[in-house]
């Protein structure tokens, strides 16, 4: 697996981040790692509507956004049917298009626990094969990231891209650069999660394993949890690419998906278990704790921008938070979450597509799931 350590590395890497810092709410990246079990999912089908994704060998009349709404579907269904507790929502369940910022932004408005994207993968020839695991990161001379300009590109089917993306250009290098700033915070528990699919594909639905892989990609930059994107294999192989047409396959990869969400629940479940009992017994400490501010995030931007600018519309309330070298625009100022949510689909509605609940305390970012928690 080239650029990415042994898979036993891998093990023992998480192993001991998991241990040490991610699970037992210690400081990573700068913001606390959630640590809570796992009640929402989720589940993106790529693609959709005019963009079709890739189109294979021509053999068959499904292309990629077809066939990764289909496995997105079942594998969906039967995480809701045999993990207790555990609610799945979709991105997409038909035929349509969305923008590529609109998949992240729904998956912190419903303040999901995790966040899979199901593509297929495509090249140039028809020998590569097998399925492979993406989290957020720069590999340096991976694939010549091929994968990331491949889905990236899809914002180029969007209007207004320059302007939504910032600049942003899937063709050009160097604009990669900022990308890879973001989802620090849910790297070890992203790459645990990958490597649970690969595991999975590999053993239940007997594909070759191309290994976990970190590449700058837009759409698990943006999530605010656990994030990985999947191939499930390649349609411009002949045999792979009737394998995943297959009722048969596609129930396969479905059942890849929903074991390795199982596994890693269980993962955090036992976690979260061993942390409560080892803190069961410390003393409780009490400190004035200042009040919690949801306010809903509009835009973030390498450049510093008036509050009067057209972008805004007229919005009042704005408030700017400096984090490293971007400027984050928010609105409102609510004291309760499902205040500010309203106030998010308000916000999309009148043209704000990537609009999505933050919480502040002391004038800092905080976790929202923890926000949430505190304010109940």
């Known amino acids: 697996m080239k650029g990415f350590p042994h898979k036993n590395t891998i093990n023992l890497l998480l192993l001991g981040c998991l241990l040490s810092s991610a699970w037992d709410i210690r400081v990573f990246g700068g913001e606390k790692v959630r640590a809570e079990s796992i009640e929402k999912?989720?589940?993106?089908?790529?693609?959709?509507?005019?963009?079709p994704g890739n189109l294979g060998t021509g053999k068959y009349r499904n292309s990629e956004k077809h066939i990764a709404l289909e496995v997105a579907l079942r594998a969906g269904q039967l995480i809701q049917k045999e993990l207790r507790g555990v609610e799945v929502v979709y991105t997409r369940k038909s035929d349509r298009f969305l923008e590529l910022r609109e998949r992240t932004a729904?998956?912190?408005?419903?303040?999901?626990?995790?966040?899979?994207?199901?593509?297929?993968?495509?090249?140039?020839?028809?020998?590569?094969?097998?399925?492979?695991?993406?989290?957020?990161?720069?590999?340096?001379?991976?694939?010549?990231?091929?994968?990331?300009?491949?889905?990236?590109?899809?914002?180029?089917?969007?209007e207004n891209?320059?302007?939504?993306?910032?600049?942003?250009?899937?063709?050009?290098?160097?604009?990669?650069?900022?990308?890879?700033?973001?989802?620090?915070?849910?790297?070890?528990?992203?790459?645990?999660?990958?490597?649970?699919?690969q595991n999975q594909f590999t053993q239940h639905a007997e594909r070759r394993d191309r290994g976990v892989k970190q590449q700058p990609l837009y759409v698990t930059s943006r999530a605010a949890m656990p994030a990985v994107l999947i191939e499930l294999g390649f349609l411009t192989n002949s045999k792979e690419e009737q394998f995943l047409n297959s009722d048969q396959g596609q129930q396969k990869m479905a059942e890849s998906i929903f074991r390795a969400v199982r596994d890693y629940k269980r993962e955090?479940?036992?976690?979260?278990?061993?942390?409560?009992?080892?803190?069961?017994?410390?003393?409780?400490?009490?400190?004035?704790?200042?009040?919690?501010?949801?306010?809903?995030?509009v835009k973030t931007s390498s450049r510093e921008m008036d509050v009067d600018h057209p972008f805004f519309k007229g919005e009042e309330e704005i408030m700017v938070h400096r984090s490293g070298a971007y400027f984050k625009y928010s609105i409102g100022a609510y004291a309760n979450y499902d205040l500010a949510r309203k106030e998010a689909l308000r916000l999309r509605k009148s043209g704000f597509k990537g609009a999505f609940v933050v919480a502040y305390q002391n004038g800092e970012r905080m976790d929202i799931a923890q926000a949430r928690s505190s304010n109940r």
């Open 41 to 51: 999912v989720i589940i993106d089908a790529g693609h959709g509507g005019h963009d």
């Open 106 to 158: 729904l998956a912190n408005e419903e303040d999901a626990d995790l966040f899979i994207s199901v593509h297929c993968d495509a090249f140039t020839n028809g020998t590569p094969q097998g399925s492979s695991s993406y989290v957020m990161g720069k590999n340096h001379g991976d694939e010549n990231m091929r994968v990331a300009q491949a889905e990236n590109s899809v914002i180029f089917l969007e």
């Open 161 to 197: 891209y320059e302007e939504n993306y910032e600049g942003f250009d899937p063709s050009r290098p160097e604009t990669y650069i900022a990308l890879t700033l973001y989802q620090n915070h849910f790297q070890y528990q992203s790459i645990s999660l990958a490597q649970k699919m």
């Open 268 to 297: 955090i479940d036992r976690l979260q278990s061993a942390n409560k009992e080892s803190t069961a017994s410390k003393p409780l400490e009490t400190e004035e704790i200042s009040p919690i501010v949801f306010r809903v995030q």
